[in-house]
């Protein structure tokens, strides 16, 4: 150490012993002034712009008196800001900056401020333009939304980014390997809707899985059932969250996943697809040359309403946890799982309207009211499984330490993080006009809408001009939901199978006694530790949520003129913490002449 290090004489050149003189200590004042000039002559990182509210917010904070609460000093200077201005800075700014819109404020008045905006304001300035849509299907407008994703640079510069984003591994039985699926933009988050995690956002036309629930999946992390899945082939502005193997071909290896293969067969075929069991499925002719994008979520978390209105075809506006998944080594892209879903379908007009012309959008909410942790506090499942195995083998005088395999998944009963909000656009199918076009009639939207929501969840219909209903739907401050009853359930061993060699494996590999689990597998195991192993593993398996509420009858719009909408911020809402989804909800928009008036 410095402090017990000696001075140790040397040699000149002559060959005389010489000790080295000591340096003369450099005065503070001096060293003090080289620093300063060394940060100063240092590159600086930019400074960020002051924004729309960087100045008067100062001033407001300067004027007002000591102990003013910051989100009153914040509320003053958002009133200051007039309107025009402020939606021109809002359209320009970044993302991230959009998507944290409303983490500064306090969450009881998320829904003062938007009451307080008029329709022409929260429309967008430009409306999105429409892509492509299925042959013979209704245009992209009945379904559209301004949501811009935060850009993930890698998945801007290099096609195969995916392939090495987790380094090349698949899952594995060391909890420093990957989970089975990994969140892009901070590989260590679980929900969505942070800063460093924010909420993936895509519209696009639904190709529905088959079998619409997986058949394949591990149970646990599955407690609320195997998957829900269908694909999106995603309007061109959200390409990005497509990895390159979402084509359905390993671009390294050449194999063929089989699910994805088939459903960009669907999405980008103009007639129709050969099946192997001999049909043939209708296909959509979409261009999708990066491929279509996986959805997944577990089917008991989603009412069967609404998997039922997801067919090929279907308009859809997707949200939430972008993610490679891990747990195969082609690491295709994936919203796994959503936190929004809407789907839009078209329909007949509402019945005992004899006004309403053309066609009506309908179009139905959904959002995920728990989110299942990977980890089990131990490491992934795999290695969970691993320690339960040593529970088992370890015995004190002959008694086992542990008397079951267990694996019981965390449930987070608040399903995202931060404050994520998203704005939607809806409009009616056009109107088919025959014969020799003539002077058009007056008309005017019809709005039919409700909404089922937890306290903290706002939701805004607005008049967003041009025929459009406009959504705005903040996920605020929720309290922890209840979860359903857990009946759960035994998974045996030999339910692994063949489809699940490589879980077995990897125990096998982590296992410290490996010969006990792969003798029990073959039936030669000690009697104890059979006994143990042959109860099976015990997981969770939990009751459905209750997809209805006595809050779904109160307070529904119903055939409303677009411009008869009450701004309250409560208009079609009704609030029910005894269930647990976010949001759910219908909403219906179709066109109705003016009937004339007689004096």
Same mark, same amino acid.
């Given at each position: 150490?410095?402090?017990?290090?000696?001075?140790?004489?040397?040699?000149?050149?002559?060959?005389?012993?010489?000790?080295?003189?000591?340096?003369?200590?450099?005065?503070?004042?001096?060293?003090?002034?080289?620093?300063?000039?060394?940060?100063?002559?240092?590159?600086?990182?930019?400074?960020?712009?002051?924004?729309?509210?960087?100045?008067?917010?100062?001033?407001?904070?300067?004027?007002?008196?000591?102990?003013?609460?910051?989100?009153?000093?914040?509320?003053?200077? $958002? +009133? #200051?800001? %007039?309107?025009?201005? !402020?939606?021109? &800075?809002?359209?320009? /700014?970044? =993302?991230?900056?959009? @998507?944290?819109?409303?983490?500064?404020?306090?969450?009881?008045?998320?829904?003062?401020? $938007? +009451? #307080?905006? %008029?329709?022409?304001? !929260?429309?967008? &300035?430009?409306?999105? /333009?429409? =892509?492509?849509?299925? @042959?013979?299907?209704?245009?992209?407008?009945?379904?559209?939304?301004?949501?811009?994703?935060?850009?993930?640079? %890698?998945?801007?510069?290099?096609?195969?980014?995916?392939?090495?984003?987790?380094?090349?591994?698949?899952?594995?039985?060391?909890?420093?390997?990957?989970?089975?699926?990994?969140?892009?933009?901070?590989?260590?988050?679980?929900?969505?809707?942070?800063?460093?995690?924010?909420?993936?956002?895509?519209?696009?036309?639904?190709?529905?899985?088959?079998?619409?629930?997986?058949?394949?999946?591990?149970?646990?992390?599955?407690?609320?059932?195997?998957?829900?899945?269908?694909?999106?082939?995603?309007?061109?502005?959200?390409?990005?969250?497509?990895?390159?193997?979402?084509?359905?071909?390993?671009?390294?290896?050449?194999?063929?996943?089989?699910?994805?293969?088939?459903?960009?067969?669907?999405?980008?075929?103009?007639?129709?697809?050969?099946?192997?069991?001999?049909?043939?499925?209708?296909?959509?002719?979409?261009?999708?040359?990066?491929?279509?994008?996986?959805?997944?979520?577990?089917?008991?978390?989603?009412?069967?309403?609404?998997?039922?209105?997801?067919?090929?075809?279907?308009?859809?506006?997707?949200?939430?946890?972008?993610?490679?998944?891990?747990?195969?080594?082609?690491?295709?892209?994936?919203?796994?799982?959503?936190?929004?879903?809407?789907?839009?379908?078209?329909?007949?007009?509402?019945?005992?309207?004899?006004?309403?012309?053309?066609?009506?959008?309908?179009?139905?909410?959904?959002?995920?009211?728990?989110?299942?942790?990977?980890?089990?506090?131990?490491?992934?499942?795999?290695?969970?499984?691993?320690?339960?195995?040593?529970?088992?083998?370890?015995?004190?005088?002959?008694?086992?330490?542990?008397?079951?395999?267990?694996?019981?998944?965390?449930?987070?009963?608040?399903?995202?993080?931060?404050?994520?909000?998203?704005?939607?656009?809806?409009?009616?199918?056009?109107?088919?006009?025959?014969?020799?076009?003539?002077?058009?009639?007056?008309?005017?939207?019809?709005?039919?809408?409700?909404?089922?929501?937890?306290?903290?969840?706002?939701?805004?219909?607005?008049?967003?001009?041009?025929?459009?209903?406009?959504?705005?739907?903040?996920?605020?401050?929720?309290?922890?939901?209840?979860?359903?009853?857990?009946?759960?359930?035994?998974?045996?061993?030999?339910?692994?199978?063949?489809?699940?060699?490589?879980?077995?494996?990897?125990?096998?590999?982590?296992?410290?006694?490996?010969?006990?689990?792969?003798?029990?597998?073959?039936?030669?195991?000690?009697?104890?530790?059979?006994?143990?192993?042959?109860?099976?593993?015990?997981?969770?398996?939990?009751?459905?949520?209750?997809?209805?509420?006595?809050?779904?009858?109160?307070?529904?719009?119903?055939?409303?003129?677009?411009?008869?909408?009450?701004?309250?911020?409560?208009?079609?809402?009704?609030?029910?913490?005894?269930?647990?989804?976010?949001?759910?909800?219908?909403?219906?928009?179709?066109?109705?002449?003016?009937?004339?008036?007689?004096?």
């Amino acid at each position: 150490m410095a402090s017990t290090r000696k001075n140790r004489s040397s040699k000149n050149g002559t060959g005389e012993k010489t000790t080295p003189t000591p340096k003369k200590p450099v005065p503070t004042s001096t060293r003090r002034a080289a620093t300063e000039k060394a940060r100063a002559a240092a590159p600086r990182k930019p400074a960020s712009p002051p924004g729309p509210f960087g100045k008067t917010l100062l001033a407001n904070l300067q004027r007002s008196p000591a102990g003013t609460p910051d989100w009153t000093v914040l509320l003053r200077t $958002l +009133k #200051a800001i %007039p309107q025009a201005e !402020l939606k021109k &800075a809002l359209a320009a /700014a970044r =993302p991230i900056e959009k @998507a944290l819109l409303f983490s500064q404020l306090p969450a009881d008045q998320i829904v003062a401020q $938007l +009451k #307080a905006l %008029p329709g022409e304001f !929260l429309a967008p &300035a430009a409306p999105p /333009a429409p =892509p492509p849509a299925p @042959a013979g299907g209704p245009p992209a407008s009945i379904l559209m939304t301004t949501y811009q994703n935060v850009p993930f640079q %890698p998945a801007l510069d290099d096609p195969l980014w995916s392939m090495t984003f987790t380094g090349g591994q698949t899952i594995g039985y060391d909890s420093k390997l990957p989970w089975e699926w990994m969140s892009v933009y901070d590989q260590s988050a679980e929900r969505e809707g942070s800063l460093n995690n924010p909420l993936a956002g895509v519209t696009g036309w639904a190709v529905r899985g088959d079998p619409r629930i997986s058949s394949n999946d591990v149970w646990f992390v599955h407690p609320f059932g195997n998957d829900f899945q269908f694909f999106v082939a995603v309007d061109p502005q959200y390409d990005m969250l497509l990895g390159s193997s979402n084509t359905g071909t390993n671009p390294k290896t050449g194999e063929v996943d089989d699910d994805f293969a088939e459903a960009n067969a669907v999405a980008g075929t103009a007639g129709t697809t050969a099946r192997d069991d001999g049909s043939h499925r209708p296909g959509l002719g979409l261009p999708v040359p990066k491929g279509v994008l996986g959805v997944e979520i577990e089917h008991l978390q989603v009412p069967p309403t609404f998997q039922d209105a997801i067919n090929d075809g279907t308009r859809v506006a997707v949200f939430g946890r972008w993610i490679v998944d891990c747990g195969h080594d082609d690491f295709h892209t994936e919203i796994h799982p959503p936190l929004l879903m809407a789907a839009a379908n078209v329909a007949p007009p509402p019945a005992g309207r004899p006004n309403a012309i053309g066609q009506r959008t309908s179009v139905q909410l959904v959002s995920r009211p728990f989110t299942v942790s990977q980890d089990f506090g131990d490491g992934n499942f795999v290695q969970h499984l691993i320690d339960e195995l040593v529970k088992v083998e370890s015995t004190y005088l002959g008694i086992p330490s542990s008397w079951r395999v267990e694996a019981h998944p965390h449930v987070f009963p608040t399903p995202y993080q931060g404050r994520p909000f998203v704005k939607l656009l809806i409009q009616p199918p056009p109107v088919p006009h025959h014969g020799p076009v003539t002077v058009p009639t007056p008309r005017r939207l019809m709005v039919s809408c409700h909404f089922t929501c937890r306290n903290g969840v706002v939701v805004q219909p607005f008049d967003a001009g041009n025929g459009t209903l406009g959504l705005i739907i903040v996920f605020g401050d929720l309290s922890p939901a209840t979860l359903p009853e857990n009946v759960g359930q035994t998974i045996q061993w030999s339910q692994l199978g063949k489809d699940y060699e490589k879980i077995i494996k990897l125990i096998e590999a982590g296992n410290i006694a490996s010969q006990l689990l792969g003798t029990f597998l073959l039936g030669l195991g000690g009697a104890l530790s059979d006994w143990v192993l042959s109860r099976g593993i015990l997981t969770d398996l939990y009751d459905a949520p209750p997809y209805s509420s006595p809050a779904d009858f109160q307070n529904v719009v119903t055939a409303v003129p677009i411009e008869a909408l009450p701004n309250t911020g409560t208009a079609g809402v009704a609030y029910d913490d005894g269930q647990p989804f976010p949001i759910r909800g219908t909403v219906d928009v179709w066109w109705e002449t003016v009937p004339p008036i007689f004096e």
